[in-house]
């Protein structure tokens, strides 16, 4: 059954395909969030529509367009849309604007948008223009669409993801750094797609030494990436500028997506050298580690939404124990490698009681070949 010819719809199930419609938007939107909207005239869905990327038409306006192509008009329309309508001026007009002007009877809204500029000033304006307005229908699922873009709207950091493929026992390499291929096609096929709707992945310059990665976003032959996707940029925490030239990260055609994270007592002969192919940043360090609160409020002034930590077990703990990380997905293969200098998938000094353990909340498993993979919130100190 075609989905515009519903049979007595309510406003779950068109709210349902508006985050559907928002998710086609997946690593796309930066810096703004994934909406989507539907359009409905006496029972027929009329528009759909979808932010598609930081200064094109928001979600609602895409929909009143698609209307109006079709030859329809959305007076007395309802509306439906994943997000609070936006009733400011930035790259696009303020949509509150268009639908008062279009004669919209009903607003029904799943999230209300955290920008403080927004924050339920564009449901008042609506209302205020007789305009019948329901908010909150699907809420809990419309703002998890968008946990990454609200928190950074509110902490102006990014929204961290730790990432880890590892045996039952926790363990990410042998002793001498062997880890290709713990996990399987599945699970590494997966990992692209975390990859894929990320603005930034970081690793350690000790991963760098060792796998020589991309770091780039590999699809199959059928998945090409559409033309307003970006591709992640690539951060190396690499305190002392020991980052070869010859890394992939900083001579491949996307070097310049590359930042090397280096300390101020770097070598400056090491710094200019790099600074050649790719963007070398100077943090701030302690006791020789980058400053990793000064880096993410960093990226976060450059619009870095979503970061993926793909570190070793010291950069991971870095996050982890640092209470700067929000989310984990970590990677189980059937597989044990026990030995105590294995290496683990979280390392560093660890807590010293289970009271100061780290809890994960929202937990789900998901089965990827013969893996399973774990995701969560982190129940980090704030």
Partial sequence: ??????????????????????????????????????????GQIIGRGWHHQAGL??????????????GHSARGATLYVTLEPCCTQGRTPPCTE?????????????????????????????RRAGIQVEQGVLGDECERLNEA???????????????????????????????KWITGEASRAYA?????????ILVGINTVLADDPRLTVRRPKAEARRPNEKEPRRIVLDAQARTPLTAKVVSDKRSRLTTIVVSRQAPQS?????SGTAQVLVAPSRAGRIDLRWLLSKLGSEDVISLLVEGGGEVNASF????????????????ILGGRDARKAVGGDGVKSLKGALTLSE??????????LLTARVGSKR
């Fill in 149 to 179: 873009f609200n928190f950074w709207i509110r902490h102006r950091r990014p929204f961290v993801t730790v990432k880890a493929a590892m045996t039952l026992d926790g363990k990410i390499a042998t002793p001498s750094g062997e880890s």
């Fill in 98 to 126: 268009t639908i008062i002007a279009a004669g919209i009877r009903r607003v029904v809204v799943g999230a209300i948008d955290p920008n403080p500029k927004h924050s339920g000033k564009g449901l008042v304006i609506l």
């Fill in 192 to 200: 692209m797609k975390l990859r894929d709707r990320m603005d930034a």
């Fill in 320 to 335: 982890l124990l640092a209470g700067l990380a929000q989310r984990v997905a970590f990677f189980y293969a059937p597989k």
């Fill in 270 to 274: 090491r710094k200019r050298a790099l």
């Fill in 57 to 70: 038409p928001h979600a609602e306006i895409e929909a009143l367009r698609q209307a109006q192509y079709r």
């Fill in 1 to 42: 059954m075609r989905e515009d010819r519903l049979p007595m719809p309510s406003d779950a199930q068109y709210m349902r395909l508006s985050l559907r419609l928002a998710r086609r938007g997946l690593g796309a939107t930066a810096p703004n969030p994934m909406v989507g909207s539907v359009l409905l005239q006496r």
């Fill in 363 to 372: 937990v789900q498993w998901r089965r990827l070949g013969a893996d399973w």
